[in-house]
Protein backbone atom coordinates (compact mmCIF):
# COMPACT_ATOMS: atom_id res chain seq x y z
CA UNK A 1 0.00 0.00 0.00
CA UNK A 2 1.52 3.04 -0.94
CA UNK A 3 1.79 5.89 1.73
CA UNK A 4 0.85 9.89 1.94
CA UNK A 5 1.10 12.02 4.45
CA UNK A 6 -1.08 15.75 4.66
CA UNK A 7 0.12 19.20 6.09
CA UNK A 8 -2.44 21.81 7.33
CA UNK A 9 -1.00 25.25 6.99
CA UNK A 10 -2.26 27.75 9.05
CA UNK A 11 -1.70 29.44 12.32
CA UNK A 12 -5.50 29.76 12.49
CA UNK A 13 -5.53 25.47 13.16
CA UNK A 14 -2.81 26.05 16.19
CA UNK A 15 -4.84 28.46 17.74
CA UNK A 16 -7.72 26.56 17.65
CA UNK A 17 -9.91 29.09 15.75
CA UNK A 18 -10.95 26.91 13.24
CA UNK A 19 -11.52 22.99 13.24
CA UNK A 20 -9.44 21.21 11.05
CA UNK A 21 -12.11 19.19 8.88
CA UNK A 22 -9.83 18.74 5.99
CA UNK A 23 -7.28 16.48 7.64
CA UNK A 24 -10.41 14.31 8.49
CA UNK A 25 -11.60 14.33 5.32
CA UNK A 26 -8.42 13.60 3.12
CA UNK A 27 -7.84 10.63 5.21
CA UNK A 28 -11.12 9.00 5.14
CA UNK A 29 -10.44 9.83 0.92
CA UNK A 30 -6.57 8.83 0.63
CA UNK A 31 -7.71 4.92 2.77
CA UNK A 32 -10.83 4.59 0.42
CA UNK A 33 -8.08 5.12 -2.66
CA UNK A 34 -5.53 2.80 -0.92
CA UNK A 35 -2.83 5.04 0.74
CA UNK A 36 -1.91 4.72 4.68
CA UNK A 37 -1.60 8.32 6.22
CA UNK A 38 1.46 7.82 7.96
CA UNK A 39 1.21 11.50 8.99
CA UNK A 40 -0.71 14.53 9.29
CA UNK A 41 0.70 17.79 10.61
CA UNK A 42 -0.46 21.22 11.13
CA UNK A 43 2.25 24.05 10.53
CA UNK A 44 1.62 27.58 11.20
CA UNK A 45 2.30 30.91 8.38
CA UNK A 46 6.09 30.74 8.35
CA UNK A 47 7.80 29.84 5.22
CA UNK A 48 10.83 28.25 7.18
CA UNK A 49 8.46 25.70 9.27
CA UNK A 50 6.87 24.50 6.49
CA UNK A 51 9.90 24.15 4.29
CA UNK A 52 11.02 21.77 6.97
CA UNK A 53 8.42 19.73 7.04
CA UNK A 54 8.16 19.00 3.66
CA UNK A 55 12.00 18.10 3.43
CA UNK A 56 11.23 16.20 6.81
CA UNK A 57 7.83 13.80 4.40
CA UNK A 58 8.45 14.11 0.72
CA UNK A 59 11.57 11.77 1.01
CA UNK A 60 9.10 9.49 3.43
CA UNK A 61 5.65 8.84 1.32
CA UNK A 62 4.55 8.31 -2.36
CA UNK A 63 1.89 11.51 -1.59
CA UNK A 64 1.92 14.68 -0.28
CA UNK A 65 -0.94 16.52 0.02
CA UNK A 66 -0.44 20.21 1.76
CA UNK A 67 -3.93 22.22 2.28
CA UNK A 68 -3.84 26.03 2.74
CA UNK A 69 -1.67 29.10 2.53
CA UNK A 70 -2.55 29.48 -0.85
CA UNK A 71 -4.72 32.93 -0.66
CA UNK A 72 -3.41 36.80 -2.07
CA UNK A 73 -1.94 37.61 1.16
CA UNK A 74 1.33 37.93 2.53
CA UNK A 75 0.98 35.06 4.80
CA UNK A 76 -0.24 32.77 2.67
CA UNK A 77 3.46 30.88 1.85
CA UNK A 78 2.52 27.70 0.88
CA UNK A 79 3.49 27.57 -3.09
CA UNK A 80 6.96 29.94 -1.80
CA UNK A 81 7.84 26.79 0.92
CA UNK A 82 7.21 23.89 -1.68
CA UNK A 83 9.16 25.67 -4.49
CA UNK A 84 12.12 26.06 -1.80
CA UNK A 85 11.92 22.34 -0.62
CA UNK A 86 12.00 20.95 -4.14
CA UNK A 87 14.07 23.57 -5.46
CA UNK A 88 12.39 24.74 -7.76
CA UNK A 89 11.67 28.18 -9.57
CA UNK A 90 8.41 30.49 -8.87
CA UNK A 91 7.20 32.46 -11.55
CA UNK A 92 4.26 34.44 -12.69
CA UNK A 93 1.97 32.77 -15.25
CA UNK A 94 -0.25 35.65 -16.90
CA UNK A 95 -2.65 33.48 -18.56
CA UNK A 96 -3.61 32.08 -14.86
CA UNK A 97 -3.68 35.66 -14.00
CA UNK A 98 -5.76 37.02 -16.15
CA UNK A 99 -8.44 33.92 -15.21
CA UNK A 100 -7.94 34.56 -11.89
CA UNK A 101 -9.25 38.35 -12.06
CA UNK A 102 -11.90 37.45 -14.44
CA UNK A 103 -13.25 35.31 -11.24
CA UNK A 104 -12.86 38.57 -8.97
CA UNK A 105 -14.85 40.91 -11.16
CA UNK A 106 -18.05 39.04 -10.67
CA UNK A 107 -17.96 40.04 -7.20
CA UNK A 108 -15.66 42.93 -6.72
CA UNK A 109 -15.50 46.21 -8.60
CA UNK A 110 -11.78 46.49 -8.26
CA UNK A 111 -9.28 43.76 -8.29
CA UNK A 112 -6.70 44.20 -5.70
CA UNK A 113 -3.18 44.12 -6.41
CA UNK A 114 -2.21 41.42 -3.99
CA UNK A 115 -4.30 39.05 -6.27
CA UNK A 116 -1.28 38.42 -8.35
CA UNK A 117 0.44 36.54 -5.61
CA UNK A 118 -2.09 33.28 -6.19
CA UNK A 119 -1.51 33.36 -9.92
CA UNK A 120 2.40 32.26 -9.21
CA UNK A 121 3.33 28.64 -10.36
CA UNK A 122 6.07 26.30 -9.00
CA UNK A 123 8.12 25.20 -11.96
CA UNK A 124 6.60 22.00 -13.46
CA UNK A 125 3.46 22.07 -11.56
CA UNK A 126 -0.06 21.06 -13.15
CA UNK A 127 -2.61 24.16 -12.15
CA UNK A 128 -5.84 22.80 -10.77
CA UNK A 129 -8.97 24.52 -11.26
CA UNK A 130 -10.66 25.80 -8.69
CA UNK A 131 -14.49 25.76 -9.80
CA UNK A 132 -15.81 27.83 -6.15
CA UNK A 133 -12.90 30.31 -4.88
CA UNK A 134 -9.97 31.86 -6.88
CA UNK A 135 -7.10 30.36 -5.21
CA UNK A 136 -6.05 27.42 -7.91
CA UNK A 137 -4.10 24.32 -6.86
CA UNK A 138 -1.13 22.48 -8.10
CA UNK A 139 0.18 19.27 -8.76
CA UNK A 140 3.77 18.29 -9.09
CA UNK A 141 5.44 15.22 -9.95
CA UNK A 142 9.11 14.05 -8.90
CA UNK A 143 10.17 10.72 -9.00
CA UNK A 144 7.31 9.06 -9.21
CA UNK A 145 5.90 10.90 -6.57
CA UNK A 146 3.29 13.73 -6.19
CA UNK A 147 2.94 16.72 -4.12
CA UNK A 148 -0.47 18.38 -4.16
CA UNK A 149 -1.17 21.91 -3.52
CA UNK A 150 -4.88 22.88 -2.30
CA UNK A 151 -6.89 25.35 -0.73
CA UNK A 152 -7.56 25.60 3.22
CA UNK A 153 -11.89 26.64 2.85
CA UNK A 154 -13.41 22.62 2.58
CA UNK A 155 -16.15 24.30 0.16
CA UNK A 156 -12.97 24.92 -2.31
CA UNK A 157 -11.17 21.95 -1.47
CA UNK A 158 -13.27 18.73 -1.42
CA UNK A 159 -14.60 19.27 -5.52
CA UNK A 160 -10.98 19.96 -6.25
CA UNK A 161 -9.73 17.05 -4.44
CA UNK A 162 -12.86 15.10 -6.15
CA UNK A 163 -11.51 15.91 -9.71
CA UNK A 164 -8.16 14.19 -8.65
CA UNK A 165 -9.42 10.68 -7.51
CA UNK A 166 -9.28 9.13 -10.63
CA UNK A 167 -5.51 9.92 -11.07
CA UNK A 168 -5.00 9.33 -7.53
CA UNK A 169 -6.14 5.70 -7.29
CA UNK A 170 -4.10 2.81 -6.78
CA UNK A 171 -4.38 -0.78 -7.03
CA UNK A 172 -5.24 -1.25 -3.23
CA UNK A 173 -8.01 0.52 -3.56
CA UNK A 174 -11.25 0.46 -1.75
CA UNK A 175 -14.98 0.16 -2.18
CA UNK A 176 -17.25 1.92 0.40
CA UNK A 177 -20.70 1.37 0.91
CA UNK A 178 -22.52 3.63 3.42
CA UNK A 179 -25.74 2.98 4.65
CA UNK A 180 -27.99 5.27 6.54
CA UNK A 181 -30.74 4.83 9.27
CA UNK A 182 -32.88 7.58 11.58
CA UNK A 183 -35.54 6.09 13.22
CA UNK A 184 -33.34 2.94 14.51
CA UNK A 185 -31.11 3.12 17.58
CA UNK A 186 -27.59 1.84 16.84
CA UNK A 187 -27.09 -1.14 19.28
CA UNK A 188 -30.51 -2.51 17.82
CA UNK A 189 -29.35 -2.29 14.54
CA UNK A 190 -26.24 -4.21 14.99
CA UNK A 191 -27.72 -6.86 16.87
CA UNK A 192 -30.23 -6.92 14.05
CA UNK A 193 -27.59 -7.74 11.72
CA UNK A 194 -25.39 -9.59 13.61
CA UNK A 195 -25.05 -12.94 11.97
CA UNK A 196 -24.69 -11.09 8.74
CA UNK A 197 -22.46 -8.66 9.39
CA UNK A 198 -19.92 -10.63 11.46
CA UNK A 199 -20.02 -14.16 9.45
CA UNK A 200 -17.91 -13.23 7.22
CA UNK A 201 -14.62 -11.84 6.90
CA UNK A 202 -13.97 -9.66 3.71
CA UNK A 203 -15.37 -6.75 4.74
CA UNK A 204 -14.46 -4.07 7.46
CA UNK A 205 -17.95 -2.99 9.40
CA UNK A 206 -18.07 0.43 11.25
CA UNK A 207 -21.06 2.11 12.47
CA UNK A 208 -21.46 5.76 13.87
CA UNK A 209 -24.14 7.68 15.53
CA UNK A 210 -24.95 11.32 15.41
CA UNK A 211 -28.27 13.21 15.53
CA UNK A 212 -27.44 15.03 12.72
CA UNK A 213 -27.34 12.20 10.15
CA UNK A 214 -28.37 9.16 12.61
CA UNK A 215 -26.66 6.11 12.82
CA UNK A 216 -24.47 5.50 9.48
CA UNK A 217 -23.35 1.62 8.90
CA UNK A 218 -19.79 1.53 6.43
CA UNK A 219 -19.02 -1.45 5.08
CA UNK A 220 -15.94 -1.30 3.52
CA UNK A 221 -13.43 -4.07 1.58
CA UNK A 222 -10.78 -4.15 -1.42
CA UNK A 223 -11.53 -4.01 -4.94
CA UNK A 224 -11.11 -7.51 -4.97
CA UNK A 225 -14.12 -8.32 -2.89
CA UNK A 226 -16.56 -5.54 -4.16
CA UNK A 227 -18.98 -8.29 -5.18
CA UNK A 228 -19.19 -9.72 -2.09
CA UNK A 229 -19.93 -6.46 -0.50
CA UNK A 230 -22.89 -5.23 -2.71
CA UNK A 231 -24.33 -9.32 -2.19
CA UNK A 232 -23.66 -8.55 1.30
CA UNK A 233 -25.46 -4.95 1.16
CA UNK A 234 -28.56 -6.59 -0.60
CA UNK A 235 -28.94 -9.22 2.60
CA UNK A 236 -28.47 -6.03 4.78
CA UNK A 237 -31.52 -3.87 3.12
CA UNK A 238 -33.63 -6.97 3.12
CA UNK A 239 -34.06 -6.76 7.31
CA UNK A 240 -33.24 -3.18 7.41
CA UNK A 241 -34.79 -1.54 4.56
CA UNK A 242 -37.71 0.13 6.20
CA UNK A 243 -35.57 2.04 8.09
CA UNK A 244 -32.89 3.26 5.63
CA UNK A 245 -33.10 6.65 4.37
CA UNK A 246 -30.17 7.19 2.42
CA UNK A 247 -26.91 5.17 0.84
CA UNK A 248 -23.32 7.08 0.73
CA UNK A 249 -23.84 10.75 0.29
CA UNK A 250 -27.19 11.45 0.13
CA UNK A 251 -28.58 13.64 2.97
CA UNK A 252 -32.35 13.25 4.64
CA UNK A 253 -33.31 16.48 3.27
CA UNK A 254 -32.45 15.47 -0.24
CA UNK A 255 -34.47 12.44 -0.15
CA UNK A 256 -37.41 14.02 1.20
CA UNK A 257 -37.69 16.64 -1.40
CA UNK A 258 -37.39 13.69 -4.18
CA UNK A 259 -40.09 11.88 -2.53
CA UNK A 260 -41.99 14.93 -2.57
CA UNK A 261 -41.68 15.27 -6.41
CA UNK A 262 -42.14 11.65 -7.05
CA UNK A 263 -46.12 11.86 -5.22
CA UNK A 264 -46.53 15.16 -6.74
CA UNK A 265 -47.08 16.32 -3.50
CA UNK A 266 -46.29 19.99 -1.69
CA UNK A 267 -44.90 20.98 1.98
CA UNK A 268 -45.19 23.60 4.30
CA UNK A 269 -43.77 23.95 7.70
CA UNK A 270 -44.53 26.05 11.03
CA UNK A 271 -41.95 26.19 13.25
CA UNK A 272 -41.52 27.49 16.90
CA UNK A 273 -38.60 26.20 18.77
CA UNK A 274 -36.57 24.99 15.79
CA UNK A 275 -36.78 28.85 14.78
CA UNK A 276 -36.55 28.27 10.77
CA UNK A 277 -33.92 25.47 10.75
CA UNK A 278 -36.22 22.72 9.19
CA UNK A 279 -37.10 25.41 6.23
CA UNK A 280 -33.48 25.70 6.05
CA UNK A 281 -32.61 22.17 5.52
CA UNK A 282 -35.31 21.80 2.72
CA UNK A 283 -34.28 25.04 0.56
CA UNK A 284 -30.49 23.56 1.11
CA UNK A 285 -31.80 21.35 -1.96
CA UNK A 286 -31.57 22.21 -5.22
CA UNK A 287 -35.25 22.09 -6.91
CA UNK A 288 -36.78 22.37 -3.85
CA UNK A 289 -39.04 25.14 -4.84
CA UNK A 290 -40.77 22.78 -7.08
CA UNK A 291 -42.56 21.22 -3.65
CA UNK A 292 -41.93 23.40 -0.85
CA UNK A 293 -44.40 26.22 -0.78
CA UNK A 294 -42.84 27.90 2.19
CA UNK A 295 -42.78 28.46 5.94
CA UNK A 296 -43.70 30.67 9.17
CA UNK A 297 -41.67 31.01 11.89
CA UNK A 298 -43.87 31.97 15.01
CA UNK A 299 -41.81 32.13 17.62
CA UNK A 300 -44.14 34.07 19.69
CA UNK A 301 -47.69 32.98 21.26
CA UNK A 302 -49.14 36.22 19.21
CA UNK A 303 -48.26 35.16 15.92
CA UNK A 304 -49.33 31.61 16.48
CA UNK A 305 -52.85 33.28 17.17
CA UNK A 306 -52.56 35.87 14.52
CA UNK A 307 -51.22 34.30 11.79
CA UNK A 308 -51.95 30.84 12.27
CA UNK A 309 -54.85 30.95 13.77
CA UNK A 310 -54.14 29.30 17.69
CA UNK A 311 -57.24 29.70 19.50
CA UNK A 312 -56.30 32.07 22.68
CA UNK A 313 -58.01 29.64 24.60
CA UNK A 314 -55.60 26.28 23.79
CA UNK A 315 -52.89 28.55 24.66
CA UNK A 316 -54.47 29.45 28.11
CA UNK A 317 -55.61 25.52 28.53
CA UNK A 318 -52.87 23.45 27.04
CA UNK A 319 -49.71 25.68 26.57
CA UNK A 320 -47.57 26.90 23.33
CA UNK A 321 -46.35 23.11 23.92
CA UNK A 322 -48.82 20.52 23.39
CA UNK A 323 -50.59 18.43 21.12
CA UNK A 324 -53.47 20.72 20.65
CA UNK A 325 -51.35 24.01 19.66
CA UNK A 326 -49.43 22.13 16.88
CA UNK A 327 -52.44 20.23 15.37
CA UNK A 328 -54.25 24.15 15.15
CA UNK A 329 -50.55 25.66 13.80
CA UNK A 330 -50.83 22.88 10.98
CA UNK A 331 -54.09 23.26 10.42
CA UNK A 332 -53.70 27.11 9.99
CA UNK A 333 -50.91 26.23 8.41
CA UNK A 334 -52.77 24.78 5.53
CA UNK A 335 -55.62 27.46 5.13
CA UNK A 336 -52.68 30.07 4.60
CA UNK A 337 -50.82 28.25 2.33
CA UNK A 338 -52.85 25.21 0.65
CA UNK A 339 -49.56 22.85 0.76
CA UNK A 340 -50.92 19.09 0.55
CA UNK A 341 -48.69 18.15 3.77
CA UNK A 342 -48.29 20.43 6.49
CA UNK A 343 -45.31 20.22 9.61
CA UNK A 344 -46.05 21.97 12.97
CA UNK A 345 -43.63 21.68 15.42
CA UNK A 346 -43.41 23.50 19.02
CA UNK A 347 -41.12 22.53 21.62
CA UNK A 348 -38.69 23.83 24.76
CA UNK A 349 -35.23 24.05 23.80
CA UNK A 350 -33.81 25.22 26.69
CA UNK A 351 -31.64 25.84 28.76
CA UNK A 352 -34.97 26.79 30.78
CA UNK A 353 -38.56 26.98 30.15
CA UNK A 354 -39.00 23.42 31.14
CA UNK A 355 -41.73 22.34 33.91
CA UNK A 356 -41.67 18.80 35.36
CA UNK A 357 -44.87 17.67 32.96
CA UNK A 358 -42.93 19.36 29.80
CA UNK A 359 -39.15 19.23 31.02
CA UNK A 360 -36.68 20.87 28.61
CA UNK A 361 -36.27 18.72 25.38
CA UNK A 362 -39.89 18.11 25.35
CA UNK A 363 -41.07 18.70 21.29
CA UNK A 364 -44.34 18.21 19.62
CA UNK A 365 -44.41 17.54 15.89
CA UNK A 366 -47.83 17.28 14.00
CA UNK A 367 -47.90 15.79 10.42
CA UNK A 368 -51.26 17.01 8.76
CA UNK A 369 -52.28 15.48 5.31
CA UNK A 370 -55.78 14.58 5.31
CA UNK A 371 -55.37 13.02 9.31
CA UNK A 372 -53.05 14.51 11.75
CA UNK A 373 -50.50 12.24 12.94
CA UNK A 374 -48.49 13.95 16.05
CA UNK A 375 -45.76 12.81 18.24
CA UNK A 376 -44.56 13.77 21.31
CA UNK A 377 -40.57 13.51 21.87
CA UNK A 378 -38.12 13.89 24.62
CA UNK A 379 -34.76 14.86 23.48
CA UNK A 380 -31.41 15.44 25.36
CA UNK A 381 -28.79 17.75 24.78
CA UNK A 382 -27.69 21.28 24.71
CA UNK A 383 -30.75 23.83 22.89
CA UNK A 384 -29.08 23.82 19.51
CA UNK A 385 -28.73 20.16 19.64
CA UNK A 386 -32.70 19.80 20.59
CA UNK A 387 -33.06 22.01 17.83
CA UNK A 388 -31.52 19.72 15.16
CA UNK A 389 -32.86 16.99 16.34
CA UNK A 390 -36.35 18.46 16.03
CA UNK A 391 -36.01 19.24 12.58
CA UNK A 392 -34.14 15.99 11.86
CA UNK A 393 -37.32 14.13 13.15
CA UNK A 394 -39.40 15.80 11.62
CA UNK A 395 -38.21 15.07 8.36
CA UNK A 396 -37.64 11.01 8.86
CA UNK A 397 -41.68 11.34 9.89
CA UNK A 398 -41.95 12.72 6.49
CA UNK A 399 -40.09 10.40 4.94
CA UNK A 400 -41.72 7.40 6.79
CA UNK A 401 -45.15 8.84 5.71
CA UNK A 402 -44.01 9.86 1.81
CA UNK A 403 -43.22 6.19 1.84
CA UNK A 404 -45.86 4.89 3.52
CA UNK A 405 -48.34 6.52 0.98
CA UNK A 406 -46.63 5.73 -1.82
CA UNK A 407 -47.09 2.20 -1.10
CA UNK A 408 -51.12 2.42 -0.76
Do not use: W
Amino acid sequence: MKKAAIITVGSELLEGLILNRNAQFLCQELKNLGYRVMKISTIGDHLEDIVDEVKSLFPKVHLLILTGGLGPTRDDLTREAVAKALNRKLFLDQGLKAKIEEKVKKYHSEIPSNIERQAFVIEGAKVIDNPVGSAPGQLLEENGKRVILLPGPPRELIPMFESLKDILKTPHAFHQVTLKYYSIPEAFLEDLLREILYSQDKVEVATMADHVEGVRLRLTTSAEHRKFLDELVEKILEKTGEYLYGINDEKMEEVVVRLLKESGKTLAVAESCTGGMLSSLIVNVPGASNVFVGGVVAYSNDLKKNILGVKEDTLKKYGAVSEQCVREMAEGLKSLTGADICIAISGIAGPTGGIPTKPVGTVLIDLFEQDHVTMRYNFSGDRNTIRTRSAMIALENLRKHLKESGRL
